[in-house]
Every structure is written in structure tokens, then in C-alpha cells.
């Protein structure tokens, strides 16, 4: 059986990645391809304990490099108990974040020196690099507003939601500008698995972008 393909979504907070996994989802099973969709933090037990943890905004106060071992103890295991048994059965797997988020959540606004990233990323991640990526690139501002208007909608209280951002969310503008340049300078230095795609279009539309690259790079063809 043939390897799967592994493709990646990345960008800012409110960039719309969750929605475009699930329609690239949807378009690759159309076609006949078994799909499995992830996330991170997160994708198994483990990572799903850890994600609460980290995404929780009343966590004292810790490093980048603290951060940082967590979200790579949460992908270690989420490699191996979800991703890398998928792509050895020849399923896709489409995965919201992945270590590029480190690099740029971390690194680039955390200010954790790359070389201790590339150590963490060559020790857990190893051979099993994206296909592809897809950049979702969005002013931060306009993300922040998605994202809050997302919080809005996921309960009936929608003020005290909307004030309770998680610690990631919550962050300053300054915090959030950093991570847009990180994710660009991402993609900018590997331009043959990431593709930056303009989140300002409406979901339909980036999703028809999606589609367009991943059918490029990837030539997903049905199952014989």
C-alpha cells in the first residue's frame, strides 16, 4: 500500500484553518481518499490532556522553552499514536497545526532560539515532515476579530465568552504581528511545502485556492 500524504495548515489566530481542513476533508474523500483529520495540540489522549493545558489562560506564567517541550511532548505522541499509523495504511492526513506553529509561536514571538527548535523538531518530528503546508496569511487584527466572533457563537453567554480568550488569543497585538512574520518567514524558506494562501477571501473562495494547490503539488487522483 502507498504512503499517505500528510498536509499541514498554519496562520495566525482566527485565520480560518479549522474551516478549510474540514472542506479539504470533504473534497479528498470525494475522490475516494481516506482522510483523517487531526489537530495540535492535541490528535490523541495524551495531546488532547496536554492541549487543556496549554491553551488554558489562567496558566502561571512559564518560558518559551517550557512551552515549547510540551507542545513537542504532546506531538511525539500524537506522531505516534495518530499520524504515522495513518500514513502507513495510505490514509491523508490532514492536521490543523503542526510544528511549523512551534517555530512561530514559540520562536519567532517567544523568541526561543531556533537551533533549540530544530533540536526538538529532528529529535520527535524526524522524517515525518508535511507535504505540504498551507499558509493561511490574514491580518492579525481582522483574526482577532474572527476569532472572537467565533467565541460569540459557541455559547449563549456571548459577553462573558468573548472575555475569556485562551492564554494563546489573549495575547497583545504586538504578540500576534510577531507570529504573522514568523509564519511568512516560514514560508518563504521553504517554498517547495508551503503555500501561502490569502485568508481575507471569503471561506468558499480560499477553499477553491486550497484545492487548486493541493491538486498542483499533490495530484490527488481516486482509488482504483
Known amino acids: 500500500m502507498a504512503i499517505g500524504k500528510f498536509i499541514t495548515l498554519e496562520g ?6 479549522s474551516t478549510q481542513a474540514e ?6 474523500r470525494a475522490i475516494g481518499l481516506d482522510v483523517v483529520m487531526t489537530r495540535e495540540p492535541g490528535g490523541s489522549p495524551f495531546g488532547e490532556r496536554l492541549r487543556a493545558v496549554l491553551l488554558d489562560a489562567t496558566m502561571p506564567e512559564h518560558s518559551a522553552l517550557s512551552e515549547a517541550l510540551l ?3 504532546a506531538r ?10 495513518a500514513l502507513a495504511k495510505g490514509r491523508w492526513v490532514i492536521c490543523d497545526r503542526f510544528a511549523d506553529s512551534t517555530r512561530a509561536y514559540q520562536g519567532t514571538a517567544g523568541a526561543l532560539d531556533f537551533k533549540t527548535i530544530d533540536t526538538l523538531d529532528a529529535l520527535v518530528v524526524a522524517q515525518t515532515q508535511p507535504d505540504l ?3 493561511i496569511d490574514l491580518d492579525p ?15 449563549n453567554d456571548a459577553e462573558e465568552t468573548a472575555s475569556h480568550p485562551d492564554r ?3 495575547r497583545a497585538a504586538a504578540f500576534h504581528e510577531a507570529l504573522r512574520r514568523g509564519f511568512l518567514d516560514i514560508a518563504a ?3 517547495e511545502r508551503c503555500a501561502v494562501i490569502d485568508g481575507n477571501n471569503d471561506a468558499e473562495t480560499i477553499s477553491d485556492n486550497v484545492w487548486s494547490i493541493v491538486k498542483d503539488r499533490l495530484q490527488p487522483g481516486e482509488r482504483k
Do not use: S
Request: aromatic share 6%; hydrophobic share 40%; proline share 4%.
Open 141 to 155: 487584527e481582522v483574526g482577532m476579530q474572527r476569532a472572537n466572533a467565533r467565541r460569540c457563537l459557541q455559547t
Open 189 to 191: 524558506n521553504n517554498p
Open 23 to 28: 472542506l479539504l476533508a470533504v473534497r479528498l
Open 133 to 135: 503546508t498551507l499558509m
Open 71 to 73: 507542545f513537542y511532548a
Open 12 to 17: 495566525g489566530e482566527g485565520a480560518g484553518k
Open 76 to 85: 511525539a505522541d500524537h506522531l505516534e499514536t495518530t499520524i504515522r499509523p
Open 168 to 170: 494563546f488569543e489573549g
